[in-house]
């Protein structure tokens, strides 16, 4: 399923799915890399397709990149 996102979209699925914020306002494309603000206070940024698909959607800080498990 090719599903079409906007800025809008991803910012929605952002709240909705996580404790973080969207600060990106442009959307270009899946491998853009887009600024987050983590419910801690930092900022982090991640591509979209990494947020969505890996579950990466905390900043390192709060969630390490190293999954073990
Ligand atoms: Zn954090």
Known sequence: MNK????EKIRE????NSESKLLTTEYHGFSQKLL?????????????????D???????VCQPPKSSR
Do not use: M
Not at 37 to 44: E, H, M, R
């Open 13 to 16: 699925f952002v709240e909705k």
């Open 4 to 7: 079409r996102w906007t800025i």
């Open 36 to 52: 987050f603000k983590c419910a801690c206070g930092n900022n982090f940024e991640k591509p979209f397709k990494k947020f969505k």
């Open 54 to 60: 890996n579950h990466q959607r905390k900043c390192e």
